[in-house]
């Protein structure tokens, strides 16, 4: 299936998880301060494990910068 | 510890029942580098630093987070980019989630060229989100009644603008925000147009509580040095604010006696 991960496409197995999409991504620094949108909805942290992407989800991952 | 000292610690900035003991709030960005921040925040003595959400990258090296955690300083997640209220409320969901903090500092530009705040859709955003039980710091126009509606839908605080954002010209409408605070049953915090240390210092004389300061400190030449610099304006404006200015007069009144003036 193919997964919008911010604004580029990935090819992922069907049933990948938001937290395996993270181990895929390699996020530098690991997952502290992490943040992620699917479809313009929070997934909260405690359902990285559970939620299931689906083909064509657009998905947000984000993190702390310099801001403001 | 010297009188000075003493009353400044006798006048705590609460903010959502939250006792500060800095006026001072740094904004992070424009730093050249983490070691630049850390020494900053140091040097400015603040308890509460700004940080934005962005997608991530790869490339990034060290973690702005680990640097403000070893700081001690509380984050204060910004809507940073934000041009609708739809996403300012999302990127506060997703602040809250990456970083445990309820606190925004609430922001919904109006466009580009002036980064100045779009007031019905921050008004809408701000709404939301205190309905969400965030702590809401709203970045705001300099416009009074822009400022009591944003304290009527529940905002800790309000922050208005000097001057618009990172152009370091000051407090353009001193009236205005003198309006603010007159009417504020919550703490104003002047939020951008800082250029230098006698703007914030100004801010606080007109009776803001606390005063944002990004830009003015992050791209200085020795931004440590204006880090303090700003720190003194704050605390030396606080204290003149609470000390009572004398009245602007149109004549002279001579300091020295009338009377006993020899005669030659």
Request: hydrophobic letters at 35%; aromatic letters at 6%.
């Given at each position: 299936m193919t997964v919008v991960v911010n604004g580029e496409a990935h090819e992922l197995p069907a049933g990948t998880t938001v937290r395996g999409l993270l181990a895929a991504l390699e996020v530098p620094g690991g997952e502290r301060g992490v943040a992620i949108a699917v479809d313009a909805e929070v997934v909260p942290r405690g359902e990285w494990d559970t939620t299931e992407l689906d083909d064509g989800a657009r998905v947000e991952v984000l993190r702390a910068i310099q801001g403001g | 510890m010297s009188v000075t000292d003493q009353t400044v610690a006798a006048d705590p900035f609460v903010v959502a029942g939250r006792e500060l003991h800095s006026r001072l709030l740094l904004g992070t960005g424009g730093f050249r580098s983490l070691e630049a921040i850390a020494a900053a925040i140091e040097a400015s003595g603040t308890e509460l630093v700004t940080v934005a959400l962005r997608r991530i990258d790869?490339?990034?090296?060290?973690s702005i987070v680990d640097v403000l955690e070893s700081s001690g300083v509380q984050l204060l997640p910004n809507t940073a980019g934000c041009f609708t209220a739809r996403d300012a409320v999302l990127t506060a969901k997703l602040a809250r989630e990456a970083?445990?903090?309820?606190?925004v500092k609430l922001e919904v530009i109006g466009d580009d060229r002036t980064l100045l705040p779009d007031a019905p859709a921050l008004l809408e955003a701000a709404e939301q989100l205190v309905d969400d039980g965030f702590v809401v710091l709203p970045y705001t126009n300099d416009d009074p009644i822009l400022a009591r509606r944003l304290e009527d839908v529940g905002c800790a605080a309000v922050m208005p603008l000097?001057?618009?954002?990172?152009?370091?010209?000051?407090?353009?409408?001193t009236y205005n925000l003198r309006l603010i605070r007159e009417r504020a049953g919550v703490p104003v915090i002047l939020d951008a147009?800082?250029?230098t240390t006698s703007d914030a210092a100004l801010a606080m004389e007109l009776g803001c509580d606390a005063v944002l300061c990004a830009s003015a400190i992050?791209?200085?030449?020795d931004p440590t040095a204006m880090a303090r610099a700003v720190r003194l304006g704050v605390e030396g404006g606080r204290l003149a604010y609470r000390a009572g200015r004398i009245p602007r007069r149109l004549h002279a009144q001579a300091s020295s006696p009338d009377e006993g003036v020899a005669e030659f």
């Open positions: - | 790869p490339e990034a090296r060290g970083f445990a903090t309820d606190w000097g001057s618009p954002i990172g152009s370091g010209m000051g407090l353009l409408n147009g800082v250029g992050s791209r200085a030449e």
